[in-house]
């Protein structure tokens, strides 16, 4: 009986082929035997030696075959356009359906990979008469900036049906039949997309006909840990994570796994050995200047898409929101003020090696950097949207005239008030030269996975942990950083209650790392109004007043547990004041308990 065949096709130039063996190692490990792999690869500049090393994987149920393509696109390759690292290999993807007319159905595969499962599973996904099928893109799901130039731009009806273009399976019998090399050529001399370049013009052209699997075959460090690995069936290392550049990159265990089994290790790790600092920079700078063309390209597009229209007044109170409102109401009854109301999964423990606190490595650095720059981004466009809305900062000069490091406190009840805290901070002159540190939760760090939890991880946070030697580290980095004169963010009642209005409970957590370090706690309350604007979930928008209390000092003469109780009473008290000047009621509990700002 013949054995069925599956074409794959990969385009490489010649700096790319120790990163193709890696795929073909790692993919031909798991290659079901029962099937003729037919192996593509399209190039136009690829040396004899590296081809030769190459074709080493060749096996009675594997064939290589090198194919230039220079005679192919020579006619149109001047109007390929190119950016940043993106070389034209990338465009020649497009040409397949009619380079093989042989051919009904293809894989293409970017090299950037490791391939963890069979891959013949995916090449027999099911897609009946749609053009290609292929996975939801990592970078946009997580990135609000590219959703918006996905829609606006691309011309996706939802960002979420806009896929990544390197794991990609193409029908090319319904692509001849659709005229896309025709369509493509046309659209090229009327259409110039600058972001994504052929993975825009694919998305543009296939819109209404993909079949999208699970981005288990196509997962990007930038998605977070959050798959179980042996749920994971093929890595891609895209855009500037790359783990022959940096260290510490999501999943780069199965990169190396498979690279020290190739003839190229030692170049690989050569690669790694000479990227500099700078150009690690650059690849960080990529982005941002490729986020601000995102940007830019969308402000230049007209905005009719529905669900991006103000909400109407009419919009029923989310069902999910008014259960939970219904959980704070009857926690505040029953006094169990430090449990959360949301309905988080299982916390992962985070352990030692799994956190720089003090961002000692290099990568840790970077991405740090390209965190706050994201974060930042991220805030200006709430602010400009009016989804967070600072109406009054009362007080400004107690923060900015601190002249110590300290702990900053703050009643919690949205995800985004730790942003307003940011955003005052960044008022003071003190934005210049120190930083705002933020205590999270460990599940926070550990679980989200997307664009909040990569802030999360690398955002200027302080996660803590149920594992001890975690904590021990978290102790002693809370130590440097107040010792050295930087603020963190803490939460001490230690629950968020979503839009909860009254000052809760406080625990000693804060304070006694204040008065161990001989640092100030600044009490800082906000309070909320009504907008005239409803959220996605049919309620009024919160607008802030932001309360800055004075400064609230360990006394240098009194035993720490009474330094501590002092100081957290104090805070409480300062919180309770605010609350009853602004909304003009006094604070009453519904719960029994007499004590209640005592922990």
Sequence with gaps: MKQETIPIFFAVDDKYIPFLAVALQSMFEHASKQYYYEIKILHTNIQEENKKKIEKYQKDYIHIEFVDVNYYIDEVKDKL???????????????????????DKVLYLDSDIAVLSDISELFH??????????????????????????????GVVRYQNYFNAGILLMNLKELRNFKFQEKFLYLLETIKFSVAQDQDYLNHLCKGRVTLFENTWNRMPIGGDTVRRDKLHLIHYNLSYKPWHFENILYEEYF???AIKTEFLEEINEIKANYSEEEKKIDLEAYDKLVVLAQKESSCVGDDRMHKKEIKQVVEPSKERLA?????EN????????????DDPPTIPLTPEHVDYLKTKSTSKLKAIFANRLAEKFVEE????KKLVIKEIRGLENLSNLSTGAII??????????????????RTNHAKNKTLYKVIREGNYTNFSGFYGFLFRNCDTLPLSSNKKTMKAFIKAVDTILQRGDFILMYPEQSMWWNY??????????????????????????TMEDSDRLDENGFYIQEYTVHIGKPIYPSKNTMAKKNIQAMREKNYQVWKEVYEEFYHIPLEYTTKKEEIGVS
């Excluded at 008469?129 to 946009?140: E, G, S, Y």
Aim: net charge negative; proline share 7%.
């Design 256 to 258: 190396w796994e498979y």
């Design 501 to 526: 209005r009254k000052p809760k409970p406080l625990k000693d957590g804060a304070y006694n790392m204040a008065v161990k370090n001989h640092v100030p706690v600044l009490p800082i309350f906000i």
């Design 81 to 103: 356009y190119t950016r940043d690292y993106y070389t034209k290999t990338t465009y020649f993807r497009l040409f397949i359906p009619e380079l093989y007319p042989e051919y």
């Design 331 to 342: 926690l505040e009854r029953e006094g169990k003020f430090d449990i959360d109301v949301e």
């Design 324 to 328: 939970i409102l219904k959980k704070i």
């Design 409 to 426: 406190t703050c009643n919690h009840f949205n995800p985004y008030d730790c942003f307003t805290v940011e955003t005052v901070f960044r």
């Design 382 to 385: 709430l602010l400009k949207d």
């Design 125 to 154: 996904t099911e897609m009946g008469t749609n053009l290609v099928a292929a996975a939801p893109d990592d970078v946009i799901q997580t990135i609000e900036t590219f959703q918006e130039y996905a829609e606006k731009v691309v």
